[in-house]
């Protein structure tokens, strides 16, 4: 579904948390008309190409939970979807029901998804403070460092 590629660019902005939202936004924000979902947090995709440039949606703090994290190992990059998916389109990829999202409050990391980095799975920077981990080209969590406002 997706590959990465190493490179120094990587799609700077602000990745923020907004408190009384509930949410993340990206600033500023970029044109992205594919949108594939971890719960309700969505990650966007210029379908021209192909290009995950930023993430945003709902996320209520208080169903965070509270915990050590160990950031993994990733570079800095660009990270592509290789699926054959028509603008305009969103895919959920993980159920709501099933993601996890924990914080570490000392670090201000926050892992939507599986935490776990296995040998073989890949951590991609593609955009200011976030991280993609995919096992087998698969989304498997995001990482996430916003601003809190």
Same mark, same amino acid.
């Given at each position: 579904?997706?590959?990465? $590629? ?5 799609? &700077? *902005? ?14 500023? &924000? $970029? ?7 971890? *719960? ?6 210029? &379908? #021209? !190409? ?9 996320? +209520?703090? !208080?169903?965070?939970?509270? $915990?050590?994290?160990?950031? +993994? !190992? ?8 290789? %699926?054959?998916? #028509?603008?305009? @389109?969103? $895919? ?8 996890? =999202? ?5 670090? *201000?990391?926050?892992?939507? *998804? ?9 951590? @991609? %920077?593609?955009?200011?403070? =976030? ?14 460092? +916003?601003?809190?406002?």
């Amino acid at each position: 579904m997706f590959i990465t $590629k190493k490179s120094e660019v990587k799609h &700077s *902005g602000e990745l923020i948390y907004i408190y009384n939202e509930n949410s993340f936004d990206f600033k500023p &924000s $970029k044109n992205t008309d594919i949108t594939l979902m971890i *719960g309700y947090i969505s990650v966007g995709i210029d &379908s #021209e !190409t192909m290009l995950a440039l930023q993430i945003w949606g709902f996320s +209520p703090s !208080t169903s965070w939970i509270e $915990k050590k994290l160990e950031l +993994p !190992t990733y570079f800095t990059g660009e990270l592509y979807l290789k %699926e054959e998916i #028509e603008a305009g @389109v969103s $895919k959920r990829l993980i159920e709501s029901s099933t993601v996890k =999202t924990k914080y570490d409050k000392e670090s *201000g990391w926050i892992c939507i *998804g599986d935490e776990s980095m296995l040998k073989n799975e890949i951590a @991609v %920077e593609f955009a200011t403070n =976030t991280i993609a981990v995919l096992s087998a080209n698969t989304l498997k969590s995001l990482w996430v460092k +916003p601003i809190f406002k």
